[in-house]
């Protein structure tokens, strides 16, 4: 494998909505969480004035995407019925978008109606934990929208993701993986990917820590690769600590992920992201 290989993508630029983002520069997007167990408190947001705050505060620190999402995936986390994921998410999509019309709203969700519903309400991009559990639905949804779609790797379907997996070897199988679901993506005129290794579904903290090392032989494929590392427990379980204390292990983390020429960051605190970003341009 050559250097090119690894540290080449030729997406320089990412297309959503009206807007061309240069991805020649690591992009932020920020989390806010529309339920009551995050296993983050501080990124839980509830009531229009509390996500509006939230909102403005990523994008004023550099955020350009927000990330909103209301069905929680940590461990023991309530399973939440698609008509309150959906009233959830419809509604901050609308007072969103109402009171920041060019901000660029990821989707976080499984559900191809969801994603339907928002998309239609003005968002941009569609984040999928389950690596389409609802593939022919959500196909049909991104076909229609023409929007990016962000593929995570998780070792079975949604109800196995808070699960830890045995790998033959994990780095193959991953690479199986996202052949296979890219190869499904494109036949349906989806061109627009983003890679997420999923960090803490179906992995262990040494499996983790082994993506995060290795991440940028994943630069193969050719597509923007995000880092959903904030304040996970790939953190907090080694320092025998919990997520609110674990800013400057986040911190080490995106930089290594950013050395491995990652493309996106998903975090909780988008103005120590960013510093990073300006940081390695000096």
């Known amino acids: 494998m050559s250097v090119e290989d690894i540290y080449f993508t030729p ?16 992009l ?23 996500i509006l705050l939230a909102v403005e505060n990523a994008l004023n620190s550099g955020a350009k995407i927000i990330d909103i999402g209301a069905y929680s995936t940590r461990p023991d986390a309530d399973i939440v019925d698609k008509n309150t994921e959906l009233s959830k998410i419809r509604n901050a999509t609308e007072i969103i978008i109402k009171n920041f019309p060019d901000c660029v709203l990821s989707i976080d969700t499984f559900r191809s109606e969801v994603a339907n519903i928002a998309l239609n ?74 890679l997420d290794l999923g ?11 082994y993506l995060l090392r290795n991440n940028q032989t994943f630069n193969i494929f050719q597509y923007p690769i995000l880092a959903g590392i904030s304040r996970k427990s790939m953190w907090h379980k080694p320092l025998n600590s919990g997520p609110e204390n674990v800013l400057h292990a986040t911190s080490i983390g995106h930089y290594q992920a950013l050395m491995g020429n990652n493309k996106f960051l998903r975090v909780h605190d988008v103005k120590e992201a960013m510093d990073i970003i300006h940081l390695l341009k000096l």
């Open 11 to 26: 997406n320089k630029t990412l297309k959503v909505k009206n807007k061309i983002f240069d991805l020649s520069e690591p």
């Open 121 to 194: 309400e003005g968002a941009g991009l569609i984040n999928d934990v389950s690596g389409l559990s609802e593939k022919e639905e959500m196909l049909k949804v991104l076909k229609t929208w023409q929007c990016p779609y962000i593929l995570m790797h998780i070792k079975s379907g949604i109800h196995d993701i808070k699960n830890e997996f045995v790998y033959e070897n994990l780095y193959t199988e991953m690479v199986n993986y996202f052949s296979e679901k890219i190869n499904i993506l494109k036949k349906s005129g989806v061109n627009d990917i983003i």
């Open 28 to 50: 932020v997007m920020s989390i806010v969480n529309l339920t009551n167990d995050s296993f983050y408190a501080n990124s839980r947001k509830s009531g229009d004035s509390e």
């Open 199 to 209: 960090y803490g579904f179906s992995k262990n903290t040494e499996q983790n820590h």
